[in-house]
């Protein structure tokens, strides 16, 4: 049984920084693609970054686009995601999300498993 789990969230002010984990267990972690996601408060689950099995390729929403870096370490089974430049629209519970697959897709429809997410507040 695949599991993700996330840390990291927290409460921080307009420019500061978190970095977000997101662990995997019961696979083959270099196997899988992995996503972060995010749902602010009355809107949709929106994609937010993604990287490919082995980390070869990555790609970001243009609303966090030179601000987040998305990466990953094998050997530890863990993504993350470190945040820069934080601003109040980011506030949303962060998710991550994998697949087994080589593509890099945003489809949030497209993931097997998902992490129970963490929040993360950013104030003015």
């Known amino acids: 049984q695949v599991q993700l789990v996330e840390s990291g969230g927290g409460s921080v002010q307009a420019g500061g920084s978190l970095t977000l984990s997101c662990v995997l267990s019961g696979g083959t972690f270099f196997d899988f693609t992995v996503g972060w996601f995010r749902q602010a408060p009355g809107k949709e689950r929106e994609f937010v970054a993604v990287i490919t099995r082995g980390g070869g390729n990555t790609a970001y929403a243009d609303s966090v686009k030179g601000r987040f870096t998305i990466s990953r370490h094998n050997a530890e089974n863990t993504v993350y995601l470190q945040m820069n430049s934080l601003k109040p629209e980011d506030t949303a519970i962060y998710s991550c999300?994998?697949?087994?697959?080589?593509?890099?897709?945003?489809?949030?429809?497209?993931?097997?498993?998902w992490g129970q997410g963490t929040q993360v507040s950013v104030s003015s």
């Open positions: 999300a994998a697949k087994l697959t080589w593509r890099l897709t945003p489809n949030r429809d497209a993931y097997d498993y």
